[in-house]
Each structure stands twice: as structure tokens, then as C-alpha cells.
């Protein structure tokens, strides 16, 4: 489905990064890092194996602490916050990780209560039914709300993390790899709810992935992590738009091979 426009506030960074530098032992990881995430835009970070994008999910969540460099996140410096104030941070992100696996024990609803419950002490229980409902609703699941996951399929329970990350009304949404492991007819069907989400909820994302259909179909800017730095910023187009060798092969392997 064709990308509607959405409405990105370039004087509003929620995420502001700059000089990140991480490493572990000798493995200089990170190398000055500078990134910004605006206001209601996808930006797709695009980087081979092992150059460091889980790492700087985990620094932009407080989880890894930098060398070197300053994160900004919602107005929060999260390099020299308390530990409670990272946690009331981390509720106004949503992580949408590949091994945020669902409750196999628990029905659909009561994995979409769980965050509820735990985070929001004085919802009643029509709020958190409405809740539950909106949130089924909103990635196309309702009939399934007392079914077990194992009777869904993996796109379907892919789905259900991502309601279940939404349930919180998260201001920014972290995706690590949302397409991996599905067949591509699915893999349209989660980029084009990444796209809904954005516009339904209005948040601000950053999604990680090797998966340039995904790149191209969700991402208002893509930044490409090459030697521990995002050397190449831009649209899709732009970003591709080079002959660099540590490039191209990126854009051969999904397109003409
Ligand atoms: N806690 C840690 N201790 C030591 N090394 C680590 C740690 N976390 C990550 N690394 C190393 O940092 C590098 C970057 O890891 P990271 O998981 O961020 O890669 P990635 O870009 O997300 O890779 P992939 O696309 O395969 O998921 C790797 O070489 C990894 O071994």
C-alpha cells in the first residue's frame, strides 16, 4: 500500500544523539555518533550484522551507557537520569523486539492486559477493556481476542506484540527487525501497519532492519550505520544513490539478485 503523508515536525527532535562513541574491549563499536529522530517519522537504520544498531537501541534505552557523547530522549538526558526516571521514560517507549515473545499460558487478552496492569494501577476494568479492544482493533486482530497464540499464525502474533507495546500509548516506537522470519506477503502487511500506526498514533520510530522492501515502504528517512558511523542519511533514494561499494551490495542482495 502507497505511504499517506504524514506530518513530520522537523523542529521537534525526540530523539537528539550526538558523538556517541561506544566500544567493548577493542571493538570500537560506535565511533561518534550523530543521529536525530524527528517528530512523527520512521527512520529506518540499515547497517550489516554486528555494526553496532542493537547497541544504540540499548543506549538510546538507557540498558548500555556510552564512552563518549550525550542522548537526548523526550527531553531526557538519559546518560545522567536516576533510575526511576529512566523507568517512567522507558514507558513512553514502545520496544517491539524480535524476542518479545507473547505468554503461550495466557489468551490474547489477558496478554494485552498484562502491560496494562502493571503500568497503569488505576485503570477500571472498563478502561482496560476499551483498551484491550482499541488496541485489537487497531492492528486488525479483534476476533482473535480469546484465542491462545499458538493458534495464530506469525504474522498474527507479530501483530499482537506490537498491540501489546501500544497498549502504553507510547510516544516513540522502537522496532528491531519487525519483518524477520516472515513471508513477504506478511512482511507488506506488518511495514503497512508500521505506516498506520505512525499515522493513528503519531509516533516517532526507528526500526531496524535488513530489509530494504521495509526501508523503502515505511521509512520517511533511512540512515545507514557504515564503519561505526551513520555515514549515509537521506531518503531511501538518496541513500542509495552511490556507487560506494560497502553500499550497493546492500541494495543488489534485495533487488536484482
Ligand atoms: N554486551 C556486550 N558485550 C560485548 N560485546 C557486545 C555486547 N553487545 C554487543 N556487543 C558487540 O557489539 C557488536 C554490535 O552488536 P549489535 O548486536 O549491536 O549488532 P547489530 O548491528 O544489531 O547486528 P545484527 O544485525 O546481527 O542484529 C557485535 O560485535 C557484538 O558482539
Do not use: W
Amino acid at each position: 500500500m502507497q505511504k499517506e503523508k504524514v506530518n513530520i515536525d522537523k523542529s521537534n527532535e525526540v530523539i537528539r544523539i550526538r558523538g556517541l562513541e561506544k566500544s567493548f574491549g577493542d571493538y570500537h563499536v560506535l565511533r561518534g555518533i550523530d543521529l536525530d529522530l524527528y517528530q512523527g517519522e520512521n527512520l529506518v537504520v540499515l547497517g550489516r550484522s554486528g555494526t553496532g544498531k542493537s547497541v544504540l537501541i540499548k543506549l538510546i534505552s538507557g540498558l548500555l551507557r556510552p564512552e563518549q557523547g550525550s542522548i537526548n530522549v523526550l527531553g531526557n538526558d538519559v546518560i545522567n537520569i536516576t533510575e526511576r526516571e529512566l523507568e517512567a521514560l522507558r514507558i513512553r517507549i514502545g520496544f517491539s523486539f524480535q524476542n518479545s515473545a507473547l505468554y503461550d499460558s495466557m489468551t490474547i487478552r489477558k496478554n494485552l492486559e498484562f502491560p496494562l496492569v502493571r503500568n497503569r494501577k488505576n485503570l477500571t476494568r472498563k478502561e482496560i477493556d476499551d483498551n484491550v479492544h482499541s488496541v485489537l482493533e487497531a492492528v486488525g486482530l479483534l476476533q482473535t481476542i480469546n484465542q491462545m497464540p499458538a493458534e495464530l499464525s506469525g504474522g498474527q502474533r507479530k501483530r499482537i506484540g506490537i498491540a501489546r507495546t501500544l497498549i502504553l500509548n507510547p510516544e516513540i516506537m522502537l522496532y528491531d527487525e519487525p519483518t524477520a522470519g516472515l513471508d513477504p506477503i506478511t512482511c507488506i502487511e506488518i511495514n503497512d501497519l508500521i505506516n498506520e500506526v505512525q499515522q493513528r498514533y503519531n509516533t516517532s520510530s526507528i526500526i531496524i532492519t535488513h530489509d530494504l522492501t521495509c526501508a523503502k515502504q515505511v521509512g520517511d528517512r533511512v540512515a545507514m550505520l557504515l564503519d561505526g558511523q551513520f555515514q549515509r542519511v537521506g531518503t531511501f533514494d538518496e541513500v542509495f544513490a552511490t556507487d560506494d561499494p560497502r553500499v550497493k551490495p546492500f541494495y543488489n542482495y534485495n533487488f536484482t539478485e
